[in-house]
């Protein structure tokens, strides 16, 4: 259900990646500038978002919060085909901010529920099951938007359109099957004990305010370390622009080189998720797992800095897969880092003052990029992806730094210590 959910959202999301090119040159003749603002909305809710869908999912379950941000989403992508082009820039970049305030609830869903169904050693490898469906979503945009959106943009309404259903049935799936483990009447005892089997003992049920885990430094490892969320949307938003423009391809010409790209991201999120448990399948601590299988990834993404230095496309294609396939796999670690150490009552939250990080920061860089790109051409790109291939090290560093040795957090947000 996470995963068929996670693949709705980044489908009603990579619409506008796919058909970017399309839109702004033969559709509403937007400047890279426009497409900045238009990108930096969605950033701006989703930042937005993080903060109140993490608190919101927190207080009232994943049941429900789930449910409330996938109708948001649902409604305001859909509404994206009302706009006509007298309104194109003010409709797209208000239909952006609810899509991206609707979507901002399904990470925290997703890896609050996973904290409660699964045990620790076990969550990375869901995490990466479930992230998944980033890829698959942003796989199925291309395949299908060109079946229905022709080169000049004729029907372009259409792709927007196409996620309603499946929003619909997943709602209706979603509310007849999910409960909390303790409240599922299909879940045998041992069950229960297995996922309860490396819990830091009995949680209350109390909420926990964001005072109380903002001035953590274990809130500020993982919000730091989701900064690098900036470059997923930078591939995600600019890089089809980027392949299109720079080798001159169309909308279907673009299909293959997105799918390639999407399908290396998608090996990337469960392989990641895999090698942690992997490692601590073979005794080694959460910690050393966790962190070494993060540099690994970060070791992964160095290359794609390159990418404005080759004229060979399919290189180009190639160094960005390989950087957004480590990104998913990094990804699949840094969302367990909640769960590993904070009690699961805390879980949105925390995921949600993370993912604000990252959404604020995505949202400086679609302004930033933009607007360089209209006032001095494609040699930005250069600059971006320099950026996107040095983060990871850099913020793996600094969160070391904040958090070095990963020790639970107990029902009162202080360290237990074995």
Not at 143 to 150: A, D, F, G, K, T
């Amino acid at each position: 259900m996470l995963f068929a959910a996670t693949t709705i959202n980044y489908m009603d999301r990579s619409v506008i990646g796919v058909l970017a090119p399309t839109l702004q040159h033969k559709v509403f003749g937007w400047t890279d500038a426009d497409y900045g603002y238009i990108s930096a909305s969605f950033q701006l809710a989703y930042g937005i978002g993080m903060l109140a869908m993490g608190a919101l999912i927190d207080k009232i379950g994943t049941r429900w919060g789930y449910t409330i941000s996938i109708a948001i989403w649902s409604v305001f992508g859909m509404l994206h085909a009302t706009i006509r082009p007298a309104f194109s820039f003010v409709g797209f970049a208000l239909a952006r901010f609810g899509l991206g305030f609707g979507e901002s609830g399904n990470f925290p869903s997703c890896i609050k529920t996973v904290a409660e169904w699964f045990p620790k050693k076990e969550r990375a490898f869901a995490t990466g099951i479930f992230n998944a469906g980033s890829n698959v979503g942003a796989i199925m945009a291309p395949l299908i938007i060109p079946l229905i959106v022709s080169d000049t943009g004729h029907n372009w309404q259409y792709a927007f359109l196409t996620t309603g259903v499946f929003s619909a049935i997943w709602v209706v799936g979603w509310l007849s099957i999910y409960r909390k483990p303790e409240e599922h009447p299909k879940l045998s005892a041992s069950e229960l004990a297995y996922i309860k089997s490396d819990s830091n003992g009995e949680e209350t049920t109390a909420k926990v305010p964001w005072g109380k885990v903002l001035p953590l430094p274990q809130t500020w490892a993982f919000a730091i370390a989701k900064l690098t969320d900036a470059v997923w949307w930078f591939y995600l938003f600019w890089g089809g622009k980027y392949i299109a423009e720079t080798f001159g391809l169309n909308i279907r010409g673009l299909g293959l080189p997105l799918i390639i790209i999407y399908v290396v991201a998608d090996v990337g999120s469960i392989a990641g998720g895999w090698l942690s448990g992997f490692f601590m399948n073979r005794g080694w601590s959460v910690n050393k797992a966790r962190k070494i299988t993060l540099l690994i990834c970060a070791l992964i993404i160095l290359p794609v800095m390159f990418v404005t230095l080759t004229d060979n496309k399919w290189l180009a294609v190639a160094l960005i897969a390989l950087g957004a396939g480590g990104h998913q796999a990094w990804s699949a670690n840094v969302f367990t880092l909640v769960s590993d150490v904070f009690p699961k009552k805390a879980t949105a939250t925390v995921v949600g003052i993370g993912g604000a990080m990252g959404a604020f920061a995505g949202l400086a860089a679609h302004i930033t990029l933009g607007e360089l790109l209209t006032a001095s051409g494609p040699g930005a790109y250069f600059f971006a992806f320099l950026i996107a291939g040095l983060m990871y090290l850099t913020v793996l560093g600094v969160a070391h730094l904040l958090m070095p040795k990963m020790t639970p957090l107990g029902d009162d947000l202080k360290p237990v210590y074995s």
